[in-house]
């Protein structure tokens, strides 16, 4: 079955860069996208950005173009969104989840990721 | 940029009844682009509907998903406990992928 399993929480300082991984299976992985949302605590979902694993190419949500680098490593079947210059408004879960453009839709996710900055 | 906004902010229903949920777009969307999903406390979002209309895997019969143009609505026929969630409506579109701020279902 499709899983995203992402990596664990992390605490930062304000200004450092943290790096979340995304690691897919039950699918091939170059055939779909990976989106990644993000849910600051008691509040909505924040679209960021995309990625195509099959070619590199990206979409990101104006906010976070200049601090969001997405990254994918198809031999291991893992997506990578490490965010820089951390604020403690970056505090929030972050999510990813798998892009089918043929629905239109984010039909997986994984888990989320709980990023703490705080000094 | 295209800007959804939920309607209502909290409904407060009790179970068996319908909840009617409502999605507006700041300008008109292709209704193949317009997506639902259920979020549950400390869960991730899932996928209920796509196309507007179109249930995804699994999901029961009692939702449903209409709307064209700026306006769309997702549908719980009948509320069930587990129903009980926020609803988030989202559309896939051009450079930007947004989520409405979401409907919040509570029991009554």
């Known amino acids: 079955q499709v899983q995203l399993v992402q990596s664990g929480t992390e605490v930062k300082k304000p200004g450092a860069s943290v790096k979340v991984a995304c690691k897919a299976s039950?699918?091939?992985?170059?055939?779909?996208?990976i989106s990644w949302v993000r849910q600051a605590p008691g509040q909505g979902l924040a679209w960021m950005a995309w990625?195509?694993?099959?070619?590199?190419?990206?979409k990101f949500a104006q906010e976070f173009q200049d601090r969001v680098t997405l990254t994918t490593d198809t031999s291991t079947s893992t997506a990578y969104m490490e965010l820089k210059s951390l604020r403690s408004d970056d505090t929030a879960m972050y999510f990813c989840?798998?892009?089918?453009?043929?629905?239109?839709?984010?039909?997986?996710w994984g888990q989320g990721t709980l990023v703490t900055v705080s000094s | 940029e295209i800007v959804l906004t939920q309607s209502p902010g909290t409904l407060s229903l009790s179970p068996g009844e319908r909840a009617t949920l409502s999605c507006r777009a700041s300008?008109?969307?292709?209704?193949?682009?317009l997506a639902w999903y259920q979020q549950k406390p400390g869960q991730a979002p899932r996928l209920l509907i796509y196309?507007?209309?179109t249930r995804a895997t699994g999901i029961p019969d009692r939702f449903s998903g209409s709307g064209s143009g700026t306006d769309f609505t997702l549908t719980i026929s009948r509320l069930e406990p587990e129903d009980f969630a926020v609803y988030y409506c989202?559309?896939?579109?051009?450079?930007?992928?947004?989520f409405g701020q979401g409907t919040k279902v509570e029991s009554k």
């Open positions: 989840a798998r892009v089918d453009v043929v629905v239109a839709a984010s039909d997986s």
């Open positions: 039950g699918y091939t992985f170059t055939s779909f996208g």
């Open positions: 990625i195509s694993p099959y070619n590199g190419n990206t």
């Open positions: 300008q008109s969307v292709s209704s193949s682009y």
């Open positions: 196309g507007s209309s």
């Open positions: 989202q559309h896939f579109g051009g450079t930007l992928w947004m």
